[in-house]
């Protein structure tokens, strides 16, 4: 069955950074664009990040660009998000999600942004 296992959250102080994992497993994980979510208490989530099956192109949200990095490694069936300036607001439970199955999540992972 398809598996999501996201992993590299923590707490982390206003400008530091983190880089976010996702192990997939379950599917033929370089065939699918891949993707980033993120929800914060209260709110619903919201899309963050997108690469495409081969890397050539990734999109972002507007909030994100110039400070966030998505990108994969096919041979480990791995995404990746390279987080940098963090920001208050980006504190949330960061999910990823593979194209082709939209209503399959993992545990998420959390980031805590604060002094």
């Known amino acids: 069955q398809v598996q999501l296992v996201e992993s590299g959250g923590g707490l982390v102080q206003p400008g530091g950074s983190l880089r976010l994992s996702c192990a997939a497993s379950?599917?033929?994980?370089?065939?699918?664009?891949m993707s980033w979510y993120r929800q914060a208490p209260g709110k619903a989530r919201e899309f963050v990040a997108s690469?495409?099956?081969?890397?050539?192109?990734?999109s972002y949200d507007d909030s994100v660009k110039g400070r966030f990095t998505i990108s994969r490694d096919n041979a480990k069936s791995t995404l990746y998000l390279q987080m940098n300036s963090l920001k208050s607001e980006d504190a949330a439970v960061y999910y990823c999600?593979?194209?082709?199955?939209?209503?399959?999540w993992g545990q998420g992972t959390q980031v805590t942004v604060s002094l």
């Open positions: 379950g599917f033929t994980f370089s065939r699918y664009t």
């Open positions: 690469i495409w099956s081969n890397g050539a192109r990734t």
């Open positions: 999600n593979a194209a082709g199955f939209p209503a399959t």
